[in-house]
């Protein structure tokens, strides 16, 4: 599972405890391994272009699907999710198996679409740091050819508060790693 090309998240925090959360509600929720949502994934062909129908329900494992057809799957949402497995999987020393693969769900979205969910997904959480989201909305800007006006419209931002965001990209990389 490749991330989403628009995750505004660069770090990802108090993994070890959504682990932690998730192994203790497996016994409850075991068709899900413990988690209370599936993440998202859209399927992209070799160039990244995501695939609008599919058919792989036939298949028990998807993984030997996509490698059959030369696809892969993109984290739409879920990112979180998704390091807390791998966390679990690879702090089992083997006991823990079943966390080698995230169960999710597969949908089709195009690319505003990922950039949109991305979006929605990690301000509301609102530990993003304003870098984060001020690098987040330029990318949207940059791939999409939106205007300030079109994205503040997209990501239901004030167009000021938009424009403020992406002002922080004009301090020293110093301040903004800071």
């Known amino acids: 599972i490749d991330p989403n090309p628009w995750q505004p998240r660069q770090r990802y925090t108090e993994i ?13 929720r075991p068709e899900t391994y413990g988690l209370l949502q599936l993440p998202a ?4 062909d070799g160039d990244g272009e995501p695939i609008e129908v599919i058919d792989w329900e036939n298949h028990e494992d998807i993984s030997a699907w996509l ?32 966390y080698v693969h995230l169960p999710v769900e597969v949908n089709y979205f195009d690319d505003e679409e990922m950039a949109a969910v991305a979006w929605a997904e990690n301000t509301a959480r609102k530990d993003l740091t304003a870098i984060e989201e001020a690098e987040a909305i330029q990318r949207m800007i940059t791939d999409f050819g939106w205007t ?11 167009r000021s508060t938009l424009a403020n965001k992406l002002r922080l990209l004009k301090l020293p990389e110093d301040i903004r790693q800071s």
């Open 16 to 28: 070890e405890e959504l682990a932690e959360d998730i192994y203790s509600r497996r016994g409850a």
């Open 41 to 44: 994934v859209r399927i992209v």
């Open 67 to 98: 490698d059959f057809h030369g696809y892969k799957a993109q984290l739409a949402y879920g990112h979180r999710r998704f390091e807390a497995f791998k966390h679990l999987a690879s702090s089992s020393n083997g006991r823990l198996v079943s």
């Open 148 to 158: 300030q006006d079109k994205t503040a419209e997209k990501l239901s931002m004030a």
